[in-house]
C-alpha cells in the first residue's frame, strides 16, 4: 500500500488456509520454498483480547484522519475500537457508512470510515520474515493492505524510506494479491510489482496467509507458502539504492476507494470487513 497510499502518492499495482496456527515461539516453515525451515519469533500479537476490546496500545498506533492519503481515498480513518475491534480472536477492521458524515474529508463530509493501524514507534525489525493471516473484504472500492514502512519516513521521507507492500488487494480482483516494493526512482505506477492468483474462492471467504522473506540482498513474497515473486538489488533502476538496509514498521489498514481500486459503487455492500487472525515476525 504505496505510502502514498498512506501518506503522499499513487498506486497501480498495492488456496488453502492455514488451519492450524504454528507455535509462537518457533515456526517450522511449510513453504516449500523458503529458503529457511527454521525461524525464531521476535514479536507477535494473537489479537486474542477479550471481545470488544481496542487493540492491544502497547503494539499499535491509530493514524487517525480523511486526507485522502495522497490517493484521493474516501474513508476517514478513526481511533479507538469503533473500526478496529477484538472479535473472536481476530482483530477485525470495519469499513463501513454508518455515521462517517460527521468527519470531515478531503472531499467534504465524509462517505465511509475505517481504520489504519500502524507499529511505528513501538516494533520495528530489520529483515526476517513477517507474516500475517487474513481475511479480505469483498466489493468494489475495497483495498485492505498488510504492509511495511521505514522508520526513517520522518527524516527521509517517502520514497527514500523504502516500502515493502507484502499483502494488497482490491475489491474488483476477488482472487488477486499483490506485493510491492517502492523506493527512490521505482515508486508510484513504477513500483516493483507482482500479482499472485489465489485458486478457488475469492480472498474475502477464508483467510489466507501473506509473508515477505526479507534479507540483505533479497525479499521474497509469499501467498499461502506459495512463493510467486523475489526481488534483489539487481531489479531496480541503475544508479537507484535499494532502500531495505534499515528497521522497517509494519501497517494494516483498509482504504475504500481511491485512485486505484476507484469507488464504492451499487454492487458494494458495507459495512466490509478486514480481519486479522495474527501477525508474527521472525528472525
Known sequence: MNYLL????????????SSAAPSPTTLVS???????LDWSLTWSDEFDLPNGSPVDPAKWNHEVGGDGWGNEERQYYTDGSDNAVIQDGALVITATASGASTYSCWYGPCRYTSARLVTKGKFTQRYGRLEARIRAPAGQGMWPAFWLLGDNDDSAGWPQC???DIMENVGNEPNNVYGTLHGEGYSNEG??????????APLADDFHVF?????AAAIRFYADGILYSTRTPADIPAGK??????PFYMLLNLAVGGTWPGDPDATTKLPQTMRVDWVRVYQ
Not at 241 to 246: S, V
Open 6 to 17: 498512506g501518506a503522499l502518492g499513487i498506486v497501480v499495482s498495492a488456496c488453502a488456509c
Open 30 to 36: 511449510n513453504d516449500a520454498m523458503s529458503k529457511k
Open 162 to 164: 523504502g516500502e515493502i
Open 191 to 200: 513500483g516493483l510489482s507482482a500479482s499472485y492468483t489465489v485458486p478457488g
Open 211 to 215: 509473508a515477505v522473506e526479507w534479507e
Open 241 to 246: 539504492k535499494w532502500a531495505y538496509d534499515h
